[in-house]
């Protein structure tokens, strides 16, 4: 019996492999034929197959954001491809799926389809103009005259498939220039189209990191230090290794692994395990303690981030002067499909399956603990359920440690986290203070605004972190006020992570918390002041029309209806959301949310409104119920029970309305999360008179 391999399948049958190489020189697409009997180059975005299968490879993960739909879009469009041949496949590592500007394979900060656009559109190009060539010289005609349509080539000799013309594209030379469809003929890109990976996970096909299986693979779990930065000192592993099913306990740099046939003979092994700990110097911290010290570093000034006219002289001169501290704890990811990772190890080579966001430093991480060159490391990557950052793990954290344990078990070894281990094994958002202070003329309006913020770095440690100000020191809002802004940065023993919108998630609940007050405490319309504030900023100015046009702004809600607006941009998107709340015994039900977007090109509307109403639902579960607390170095919170994400009959409607827009194309994946924590608390506001200036708010009504 002869068992076929994707590539393998198209090597024998032939086709059109077109692919891209880094950096871009004088080739910059590359175009291969397979040759029969091998398989076909890896290095391809793009293969047509015989069968008039097209096959896209994705050079980003799927994490339920919709990259396995748009990309396929932007190539698709160009081709003239049809819809319903087309497939998706994860592209392996390798440099030519490194993103734009070669800083390696990855996906994070709403950065896939905008980076792609362009790239992705010449490789779809390319192609249709090679099998418009192909045709024309079978038929013998001017390719002029020959134009491609759903998938096939026709003019006046009739119609040939792409598959029938594949073989005969593949032995040409790629055009030295293409020709881009002019926008006003879209047939694909922003049209709301359904997503490709959809029946998959319906019916349950999909594979996702934790569903891997190999032959003889075994299911390892890791006792960590119950400390950041904690040790083992020494373990027993006697009562572990009766747990029937357990193979091996082996020490590993990041703890103890008990190593066994499933998960749970292996979970239990853990749970059988004594260790001795050296608790390291997390061994004494707390989120109590460090709170208090972040509340005292906000009276001083920091590390200037942004500084215009004269601040203090502003103040001082300001018919009315108002100040406001915003406090916001760390928080975890949460994803629900956990960490894990599947390795396996050769004498002179690696493979690893994983749902990650960081394919490039994944595989170098590896090759750096096996002494092996990265390109003997092959990682193969699987759907996503969730990554929010997490997955693009600083340092590499859990795919070293598969890693390690499958190096010390000699055998292939799925590592996997549990949901304890996933909320107590750190790389959370850091908890950051805001101290913010606005002079009011006589009029009501803003003249002047001096900010300070602290909270820890996320990815300098020695230096400053922008993200720890991005949206403040940036912000249009200050561009008419004198204004500073300033920053502290200090270390704990607590690994830190960017977390879905990353700084912004915390900046904008200070910003428009402040905007909104600022507006009440001068008697003026939150979206008037807005409006003002952003006279010079047209963008911002047609979302806000958007968003108060949709929710009815100027009519007042039902009885018992607080109405909140906040505005945020991030990742080249702006988003404006206005939340509808009611709160009865000190709970805080959000019944709607209508959310307008301008994120330039909406390649896919139906996935930019996908993207909105996810953002949301993340946001709103950290602004009403996220909190990581630390006593005396160990973390509170283990599971759902402790660390609440949104139910389904908390939910909101939502209302997303993608603003039409010329500007340069903007992310959808992570800028719908930081308007919603202060449109919510303005709501709360509007609705009882009381600021909620701490989060999660459900902790401080």
Same mark, same amino acid.
């Given at each position: ?9 198209? %090597?024998?049958?032939? &086709? ?14 590359? =175009?291969?034929?397979?040759?029969? $009997? ?27 954001? %919709? ?95 792409? $598959? ?5 594209? /593949? ?23 359904? +997503? ?49 099913? =357990? ?34 110097? !997390? &061994? ?10 972040? +509340? ?58 994983? %749902? ?32 929010? %950052? ?35 094994? &750190? ?16 009029? !009501? ?48 023993? =607590? ?127 950290? /602004? ?68 909620? +200036? ?8």
């Amino acid at each position: 019996m002869t068992i076929w391999t994707r590539r393998g399948f198209l %090597g024998a049958t032939g &086709g059109l492999v077109i692919g891209f190489a880094l950096p871009v020189r004088r080739r910059p697409y590359l =175009v291969e034929a397979a040759p029969a $009997g091998e398989p076909a180059t890896v290095t391809a975005f793009l293969r047509i197959g015989t069968d008039d299968v097209v096959t896209v490879m994705a050079n980003h993960s799927e994490m339920g954001q %919709g990259v396995w739909t748009t990309i396929p879009m932007l190539i698709a469009e160009e081709l003239e491809a049809d819809w319903s041949k087309l497939r998706v496949e994860h592209a392996p590592v390798a440099p030519e799926f490194a993103r734009p500007g070669g800083r390696g394979q990855g996906t994070g900060g709403s950065s896939t389809t905008r980076s792609e656009v362009e790239r992705l559109r010449q490789v779809g190009a390319t192609a249709r103009m090679m099998l418009i060539e192909a045709a024309a010289r079978r038929w013998k005609v001017p390719a002029d005259r020959l134009r491609a349509e759903a998938g096939h080539v026709i003019g006046p000799g009739g119609r040939l498939s792409f $598959g029938q013309l594949a073989a005969d594209a /593949a032995k040409l030379p790629p055009p030295a220039r293409v020709a881009l469809k002019d926008p006003a003929s879209w047939k694909i890109i922003g049209k709301p189209m359904r +997503r490709l990976d959809s029946p998959e996970k319906i019916t349950g096909r999909a594979v996702f990191g934790i569903d891997v299986q190999l032959p003889g693979l075994l299911t390892a779990v890791v006792r960590r230090p119950p400390t950041f930065g904690g040790q083992v000192k020494s373990f027993r592993a006697d009562a572990a290794l009766r747990v029937p099913g =357990v193979r091996q306990v082996v020490g590993v740099p990041s703890g103890v692994a008990v190593i066994a046939d499933h998960f749970w003979a292996a979970k239990l092994g853990r749970d059988a395990l004594e260790v001795d700990w050296d608790p390291g110097p !997390g &061994g004494e911290f707390s989120t109590d303690g460090y709170l208090a010290k972040l +509340r005292e570093l906000v009276h001083q000034n920091g590390e200037p981030a942004a500084d215009k006219g004269n601040a203090e002289a502003a103040l001082a001169g300001a018919a009315r002067r108002i100040e406001a501290q915003y406090e916001l704890p760390y928080l975890a990811h949460a994803p629900m499909e956990p960490l894990n990772a599947t390795v396996r190890i050769a004498p002179d080579a690696c493979e690893i399956w994983t %749902g990650t966001q960081s394919q490039t430093g994944d595989q170098r991480a590896a090759a750096e603990i096996l002494g092996l060159a990265p390109e003997k490391v092959a990682l193969h990557t699987t759907f996503l359920g969730g990554g929010f %950052g997490r997955r693009a793990a600083l340092g590499q954290d859990f795919v070293r440690e598969a890693v390690e344990v499958a190096r010390a078990a000699r055998a292939p070894v799925k590592t996997v986290w549990t949901r304890d281990d996933d909320l107590r094994g &750190g790389r959370y958002r850091p908890m950051f203070v805001h101290r913010v202070e606005g002079g009011l003329d006589a009029g !009501g309006w803003p003249v002047a605004w001096r900010h300070t913020i602290a909270g820890q770095p996320i990815a300098r440690p020695g230096g400053t972190d922008t993200s720890g100000f991005e949206g403040i020191a940036d912000s249009p809002y200050l561009g008419a006020l004198a204004h500073l802004v300033t920053l502290h940065s200090p270390q704990t023993p =607590v690994p830190v992570q960017w977390w879905r919108s990353v700084g912004n998630s915390h900046t904008a609940f200070a910003m428009e918390s402040f905007v909104d007050e600022l507006a009440h405490a001068g008697k003026r319309d939150p979206l008037a002041l807005r409006r003002r504030l952003l006279a010079d900023h047209p963008r911002q100015l047609a979302v806000l029309d958007a968003v108060a046009e949709r929710a009815r702004w100027g009519t007042p809600p039902a009885a018992g209806i607080g109405r909140g607006l906040a505005i945020h941009e991030s990742f080249g998107s702006v988003v404006a959301q206005v939340a509808d709340v009611s709160v009865a015994d000190g709970r805080i039900r959000v019944h709607r949310v209508v959310c307008a977007i301008d994120c330039g090109l909406a390649v896919n509307p139906a996935g930019i409104t996908a993207q909105m109403e996810s953002s949301i639902i993340y946001g709103l579960s950290a /602004a009403l119920y996220g909190a990581i607390h630390i006593d005396h170095g160990r973390v509170r919170e283990s599971n759902f029970h402790d660390y609440p994400v949104l139910r389904i009959h908390e939910a909101p409607a939502i209302d997303v309305v993608i603003v039409p827009s010329k500007a340069a194309m903007g992310g959808g994946g992570e800028p719908g999360t930081p308007p919603i924590a202060p449109a919510v608390a303005n709501a709360v506001f509007a609705l009882t008179g009381k600021r909620l +200036r701490v989060l999660p708010m459900m902790s401080a009504t």
